[in-house]
C-alpha cells in the first residue's frame, strides 16, 4: 500500500502513529548508544564557541577540542565533588534520621488506630506481606541497580570520545548531511543545523545560569530557616528544578520528608514549601523568559507529556534530554511543509513569544560572519 497526498486522513493518521511506535520502540531498544550520544552532541555544541575562541588564537584543532574537554570535566568533576561532601554529611546522620522516622511512624499507626479502627497487629500484618513482596523482587531490583551503574560509568567514557569526535568531524558530518539531500532543501537543511545549534546554546547556557540562581536563592532560604543541609538541599532542588513541572514537586517533597526527622518546629516544614515553590514562581515567570526562553517554545502538556515518555524509555537520562530533543523534532516540523501541523501542535503561541535576551546575543555572535581560516577548512 502506498501513502501519499491523496490517501484518506486516517490512513496518513495511523501511518503517523505507526512510525512514531517503531521511533520510541528504538529508543528504547538502542537507549545504551543513544543516550551517550545525544549528550555528546549537547556538550559538543555548548563547547564549539570554546573552541572556536581557542582556535582563534592559533591554537591547533585537535588541541582546542581537548582543552574545551577537559575544562568540561574539570567544572563536572566540581560540581559532583561538592555533591558528594555534602552527601557525606548527610550519610552520617542516617541513624538519627531513621530514629526519627520511627518516632514518626509510630506517632501515624497510632492515628490510624484511633481514626481508622485498624490495629497494630493488621497494620504490622499488611507490612510484612509487603515486605516479602519486595523480598521475592529483591534479585531483580539488585540486578536493574548493577546495570544502571554499569550503563552510568559506559556513558561517563563514551561522551568524552564522542564529543571528542564530534568536534573533530563537524565539518564532515555537515558535508554529510547536506550531500543526503537534494539540492533543492539545502536552505532548509541549513535552517535546521542553524537554529539546532542556537537553540541548543542558549537552552544549555541560560540553563546553566538560571540554576545557579535558583540554587543560591533556595539555599540562602534554607540557612536562614535554620534547615540542615540548607546547600545540599538548595542545589539538589536547583537541579531537579531542570525536569519541568516534576522536578520541583519532587525536590520540596524529599526536603519537608528529611526534615521533619532533623526538626521539631513544624512552621518549618511550612516555610520550605512556601520558599521552593516562591522562587520557583519567580524563576517560571521572570528567569525562564528573560534568560532562558527563545523563539522555540514548547507548550506545557507537550513538555509533561515528553518527560513522562522520555522517562519511561529511557529513565533519567530521557527526563533531562525530553526537552531538547522535543525542540529539535519542532524546529524540524517547522521547516518541512507537511510536518508544520505538528510543529504547531509542539508549540505555544500563547506565552514567551519573544525571545531572550541571551538568545539574541547568541544570535547575533553565532550570524557574524566567519573568518577566512574557517571558510577555507569549511570549503
Not at 542545589?235 to 526534615?259: D, K, W
Request: aromatic share 12%; net charge positive.
Amino acid at each position: 500500500m502506498i501513502i501519499n497526498n491523496q490517501s484518506p486522513f486516517y490512513v496518513k493518521l495511523g501511518f503517523s502513529f505507526l512510525v512514531i511506535f517503531f521511533i520510541c520502540y528504538f529508543i528504547n531498544v538502542a537507549q545504551n548508544i543513544l543516550i551517550p550520544f545525544a549528550f555528546a552532541c549537547l556538550l559538543a555544541v555548548l563547547l564549539l564557541s570554546v573552541v572556536n575562541f581557542l582556535e582563534s588564537y592559533k591554537v591547533p584543532h585537535a588541541i582546542a577540542i581537548l582543552i574545551s574537554i577537559i575544562l568540561a570535566i574539570g567544572f563536572i568533576a566540581g560540581v559532583i565533588y561538592f555533591l558528594s561532601s555534602q552527601i557525606a554529611g548527610f550519610m552520617q546522620d542516617i541513624p538519627s534520621i531513621k530514629q526519627h522516622l520511627n518516632e514518626h511512624f509510630v506517632s501515624l499507626q497510632n492515628w490510624i488506630k484511633e481514626k481508622l479502627h485498624i490495629s497494630f497487629e493488621e497494620q504490622n500484618e499488611y507490612l510484612n506481606q509487603q515486605a516479602e513482596k519486595l523480598k521475592e523482587t529483591g534479585t531483580g531490583y539488585i540486578s536493574h541497580t548493577f546495570f544502571s551503574i554499569t550503563e552510568a560509568v559506559m556513558l561517563l567514557i563514551l561522551m568524552p570520545i564522542y564529543t571528542f569526535l564530534l568536534l573533530f568531524y563537524k565539518d564532515h558530518i555537515r558535508k554529510f548531511l547536506f550531500a543526503v539531500f537534494k539540492n533543492e532543501h539545502a536552505p532548509g537543511v541549513k535552517n535546521v543545523l542553524d537554529k539546532t545549534k542556537l537553540m541548543i546554546r542558549s537552552y544549555m547556557v541560560g540553563l546553566l545560569i538560571e540554576m545557579a540562581i535558583v540554587a543560591t536563592a533556595n539555599s540562602a532560604g534554607l540557612v536562614l530557616l535554620g534547615v540542615k543541609y540548607a546547600i545540599f538541599f538548595g542545589v539538589l532542588a536547583a537541579v531537579l528544578n531542570l525536569i519541568p513541572y516534576i522536578g520541583m514537586f519532587t525536590a520540596t517533597l524529599f526536603t519537608v520528608l528529611v526534615s521533619l526527622t532533623t526538626t521539631d518546629n513544624t512552621s518549618n516544614i511550612v516555610w520550605i514549601v512556601v520558599i521552593f515553590y516562591s522562587i520557583h514562581i519567580v524563576d517560571i515567570n521572570f528567569l525562564m523568559p528573560k534568560i532562558v526562553a527563545s523563539r522555540l517554545r514548547i507548550n506545557a502538556l507537550i513538555s509533561i507529556l515528553g518527560v513522562i515518555i522520555g522517562g519511561t524509555l529511557t529513565g533519567i537520562s530521557g527526563l533531562f534530554l525530553s526537552i531538547p530533543a522535543i525542540a529539535f523534532l519542532k524546529i524540524v516540523c517547522d521547516e518541512v511543509e507537511e510536518l508544520k501541523p505538528w510543529g504547531l501542535l509542539l508549540g505555544d503561541e500563547t506565552t514567551y513569544s519573544k525571545k531572550s535576551k541571551l538568545y539574541k546575543k547568541l544570535e547575533k555572535i553565532s550570524l557574524k560572519p566567519r573568518s577566512k581560516s574557517n571558510k577555507k577548512r569549511n570549503g
